[in-house]
């Protein structure tokens, strides 16, 4: 009787016995309310557990972001998986229905400009940061940016006493709404247009990759410039 409620308790994810278009809807459904009920974006290897072995992933989400077109909300690629996003022009109608939302992320000029460095350099030391930037960075910077997920200790340098390095972490990719980090616009192209340096960032100018009308994504820096 064990053997069989256990028999029972699996997935069957090839479902042989239906008919291939209603296999596939089952499929579709099936990875969409995975997404739909997950926290955060959901990687591949995640929804393969829930279909067939020669089920595309992306097939499946190209069906969903079709069905989904015109709606208040898409399915968006961030972090390495996928997630549903309410699409922004829908904003002032959520903030209206609750009254308030949770309190964005706040950012001053001096932590954008370390994460920056942390996110072009990786992985990167304290030490090397400093010298990047022309200053010593605090224990505190480095801790917020750990505290709110953007940033995560790395492998440990081959420096004289094995300094940690620091790396950027998918809550970083999933903030700022990139996929990879070769979503960031290129390094190189950025430093000859003069646009990837300490006065810039300073100044507020911090490169981001051109965002998509239809997914909301981060929100705003504070002002506060503790490096001038």
């Known amino acids: 009787m064990a053997r069989r409620r256990?028999?029972?308790g699996v997935l069957d994810t090839e479902l042989a016995e239906l008919p291939p278009e209603l296999r596939w809807r089952e499929w579709v459904a099936r990875v969409e309310a995975v997404i739909f009920a997950a926290p955060g974006p959901v990687e591949r290897d995640v929804l393969a557990r829930v279909v067939?072995?020669?089920c595309s992933i992306e097939l499946v989400i190209d069906?969903?972001?079709?069905?989904?077109?015109?709606r208040a909300y898409d399915l968006v690629s961030v972090a390495g998986g996928w997630q549903l996003r309410s699409r922004p022009r829908y904003a002032e109608a959520i903030h209206a229905a609750f009254g308030s939302t949770p309190a964005p992320i706040q950012l001053s000029q001096a932590e954008?400009?370390?994460l920056a460095c942390i996110a072009y350099h990786q992985p990167v030391t304290r030490a090397e940061l400093g010298d990047m930037i022309?200053?010593?960075?605090?224990?505190?910077?480095?801790g917020y940016l750990r505290s709110v997920d953007f940033i995560a200790a790395g492998p440990r340098s081959p420096q004289p006493g094995a300094p940690y390095t620091y790396v950027t972490t998918k809550g970083f990719l999933a903030h700022f709404g990139l996929d990879t980090l070769r979503d960031l616009p290129d390094m190189e192209m950025l430093e000859d247009a003069g646009l990837l340096s300490k006065e810039k960032l300073l100044a507020g100018d911090f490169p981001m990759p051109p965002s998509d009308e239809d997914v909301e994504l981060a929100?705003?820096?504070?002002e506060d410039d503790e490096f001038s």
């Open 63 to 70: 069906d969903i972001r079709e069905a989904l077109r015109g």
């Open 112 to 114: 954008l400009l370390v």
């Open 52 to 54: 067939g072995r020669g």
């Open 219 to 222: 929100p705003g820096v504070a």
């Open 134 to 142: 022309g200053k010593q960075v605090s224990r505190d910077t480095i």
């Open 6 to 8: 256990r028999a029972e």
